[in-house]
């Protein structure tokens, strides 16, 4: 299993950044690599979604299901990768005058071969999306 994590303090409070990271369908206006993004169910607090992202010349279109916990945690799972295990989790925590955001995408390769490749692309996907959600965050939530 290898592990990607990162960690901010955002000047926003975490129901604004949950609102932000929950607008799945969104992704297609802001953050880079996002080909599509449709929520495809809905139940309680779960999400099922189809995507499409990509990295460099790669694309990865699969399947995933968001639990969405309003108090501050959202868990992403990848449910149709051949080729990996995938989880994602963002966990929001009050921080001061803002929030602390916690990112931890943790992935499994199920075939040699593949392994540094998904590293690469993962590292890639994750560094560009957490620069992309502090971007609309300033956009969205800017002090008037």
Known sequence: MTTHRQHRHLPYTPEQM??????????????????RSIVIRRENNRLWVSQTVSAGPKQLSFTSEARLERAGRIHIRALDLTAADLAIDWRLTPDGEGCRIEFTAEFRARLPFVGPVLRFWID?????????????????????
């Open 18 to 35: 949950f609102e932000l990271i929950a607008d799945i369908e969104g992704y297609t206006r802001f953050m880079p690599g996002f080909e």
């Open 124 to 144: 890639e996907i994750a560094t560009r999306s957490f620069s992309a959600f502090t971007a609309e965050a300033a956009r969205r939530y800017r002090k008037r």
